[in-house]
């Protein structure tokens, strides 16, 4: 079974500019969470969704937002882009909003902000 | 004070040691507690999942939970080169919104 699956790999911006990066779960798995690894730390936890709704947010500015589709993917934007936004955004998936279910990650988009 | 604390290291073994790593936290609320592996330039894998105290093994891996002293810890026996990564210990009320150490570098030497 394929993984979860993040797009692009790699993107550099500009400072102010906008990015939307993209998730697809685990099949079978309904819930996607984001996550922000600055280099030399942990990652930190922006958004969850399930079934499409918005079930947690982190310690993040407004301009990160989020979504979720019918098909359980799902895409993270973030607008006026700032130096410190630089970082591997990770997506992770599991099988439902319950508390008992693992996150399983993916290989992150890596954004550069010049 | 940090919610989880992680000692990042490095820390270097010989190939066949056994590896401690620990991590302590604050939130006396935490009940889900895991352990993810994460090799450079790729995303976290998780390697072992408890609930509430106790211990887990699976395989060459121990994972140990005490919720007394908010000390949890991951115990690597017979370690091998490929062991080489950066090891995250995360934690949270649920195990959706997980709260993560800073990741400890282990390097295991041929």
């Given at each position: 079974d394929a993984g979860v699956t993040q797009s692009?790999?790699?993107?550099?911006?500009?400072?102010?500019?906008?990015?939307?990066?993209?998730?697809?779960?685990?099949?079978?798995?309904?819930?996607?969470?984001?996550?922000?690894?600055?280099?030399?730390?942990?990652?930190?936890?922006?958004?969850?969704?399930?079934?499409?709704?918005?079930?947690?947010?982190?310690?993040?500015?407004?301009?990160?937002?989020?979504?979720?589709?019918?098909?359980?993917?799902?895409?993270?934007?973030?607008n006026a882009l700032l130096l410190g936004d630089s970082a591997l955004y990770l997506c992770?998936?599991?099988?439902?909003?319950?508390?008992?279910?693992?996150?399983?990650?993916?290989?992150?988009?890596?954004?550069t902000v010049t | 004070q940090k919610e989880v604390e992680q000692d990042p290291g490095p820390l270097s073994v010989p190939e066949g040691a056994i590896v401690s790593l620990n991590c302590t936290y604050s939130n006396s609320a935490f009940q889900y507690f895991m352990w993810y592996r994460q090799y450079s330039r790729k995303g976290p894998e998780l390697l072992m999942y408890t609930y509430s105290s106790g211990n887990k093994e699976d395989g060459r891996f121990t994972a140990q939970v005490d919720k007394s002293s908010k000390y949890i810890s991951l115990f690597i026996r017979d370690s091998q080169p490929s062991d080489s990564a950066t090891y995250l210990c995360a934690m949270g009320w649920g195990a959706q919104k997980l709260v993560f150490g800073q990741g400890t570098r282990l390097t295991i030497n041929p």
């Open positions: 692009p790999t790699h993107l550099i911006k500009t400072r102010g500019q906008q990015v939307t990066l993209r998730c697809s779960p685990i099949s079978g798995h309904k819930s996607v969470s984001w996550y922000q690894q600055v280099l030399g730390q942990g990652p930190q936890f922006i958004f969850q969704y399930y079934e499409k709704e918005e079930r947690g947010r982190g310690n993040f500015p407004d301009r990160f937002s989020a979504r979720q589709f019918p098909n359980y993917s799902s895409e993270l934007n973030v992770a998936s599991s099988r439902g909003q319950g508390d008992y279910s693992p996150l399983h990650f993916g290989n992150g988009t890596r954004l | -």
